[in-house]
């Protein structure tokens, strides 16, 4: 095994733990969790998806549903994106509570 290979194993920043383990570590998550966050997430938007569309044909439904929904979505995926983003600082040796 390459010393490159050995560096990244102990590190714990294989393929599979980029892929698999690394993200759902940082929204503090297991990989179980983080796929029913993730599906909610999606299912959500394909049932917007289905509301745009509607709303398209027929323009008097669903005129604020889809916009009102993904204004929610936002704030909620901000607030696990800035928690992730701490923690890649924290892992990278740049956090300070002080700051």
């Known amino acids: 095994m390459s010393q490159t290979m050995i560096d990244r194993t102990r590190s714990g920043s294989t393929p599979f733990a980029r ?3 690394d993200h759902p570590r940082e929204v503090g998550e297991t990989y179980f969790e983080h ?3 993730s599906s909610a997430f999606g299912f959500r938007l394909m049932g917007l998806a289905c509301a745009a569309f509607a709303h398209a044909l027929v323009p008097g439904v ?3 549903t889809v916009s009102t929904a993904i204004r929610g979505m936002a704030a909620d995926m901000g607030g696990r994106a800035e928690e992730a983003r701490e923690t890649r600082m924290r ?6 509570v002080g700051l």
């Open 91 to 96: 892992d990278a040796g740049v956090w300070d």
């Open 19 to 21: 892929l698999f383990r």
């Open 62 to 64: 669903h005129k604020a």
């Open 35 to 37: 796929m029913a966050a």
